[in-house]
């Protein structure tokens, strides 16, 4: 049982209202969440599994925030990264953490890249920023890119989200951004029926819908 999806936008989502020490601050709050939950970890497995060893690689970051899961990617596996955000101050803050990155500034609702352009594309904590049609829209241009997978993790919507997302936050951060979005990030998420009926609908119906934990779900589509 879970409460009705919140279509109220996080400050995140209002570029013109927000200051770039602050969101500096908040984007390194959600990498650090990140990393404690074990979020790049998994995003990191699901992505490489599809992947034959020793072989370099191209993986599309989409909503690269602070590029803390290209950091830790780029120490563990053959692979080159693109991380790309509709934001220039984001990218400004990602290329601090992840110097040997490309960087591109585009709407990942209509990426300007070829058909089957880079090997794996993943999405953290990207989809619940949209809503259901702008969120359709990004998982076929996903599709429409990866050669081989689609990684796209996410929190799962629910009252176990939403508490810890309360508690994590309030525990660790005196941001004003964490505490706002942190809880609305978990307002805002998808369920993981949800995110399979999107997936769906976006021409993705062979995706596996997976959740992890109490707090994530994943959508995993691979090419055959």
């Known amino acids: 049982m879970t409460f009705p999806r919140s279509t109220s936008p996080e400050l995140l989502d209002a570029p013109d209202r927000r200051d770039p020490t602050e969101l500096a ?3 390194r709050d959600m990498s650090r969440y990140d990393r404690w939950l074990g ?9 490489v599994e599809a992947l034959a060893p020793n072989t370099m690689w191209i993986g599309l970051d989409i909503g690269v925030g602070s590029a803390g899961f290209i ?4 120490q ?13 101050d984001v990218l400004h803050i990602a290329r601090g953490s992840a110097a040997d990155a490309a960087w ?13 352009s880079v090997d794996v594309v993943v999405c953290v904590h990207t989809l619940h920023h949209l809503d259901e049609p702008l969120a359709v829209a990004l998982l076929g241009e ?14 799962a919507r629910g009252y176990l989200a ?15 951004m964490t505490l706002a979005d942190g809880v609305q990030s978990a307002r805002r998420a ?11 609908r976006a021409g993705l119906s062979a995706a596996r819908i997976a959740r992890h934990g109490p707090a994530h779900f994943s959508i995993v589509w691979t090419r055959q």
């Open 25 to 27: 601050h908040n984007l």
């Open 71 to 74: 950091h830790l990617a780029a």
């Open 39 to 47: 979020v790049y970890d998994l995003t990191l497995k699901l992505a």
């Open 142 to 155: 996903c599709a429409r890119v990866a050669r081989r997978r689609v990684v796209a993790l996410d929190l």
């Open 190 to 200: 998808y369920t993981p029926d949800e995110a399979s009926a999107l997936a769906a």
């Open 162 to 176: 939403l508490t810890g997302a309360w508690l994590l936050t309030r525990i660790t951060s005196r941001n004003r």
């Open 104 to 116: 591109l500034c585009a709407n990942a609702t209509r990426l300007p890249l070829a058909d089957q």
């Open 76 to 88: 563990r596996a053959s692979m080159r990264w693109v991380g790309l955000d509709l934001a220039a």
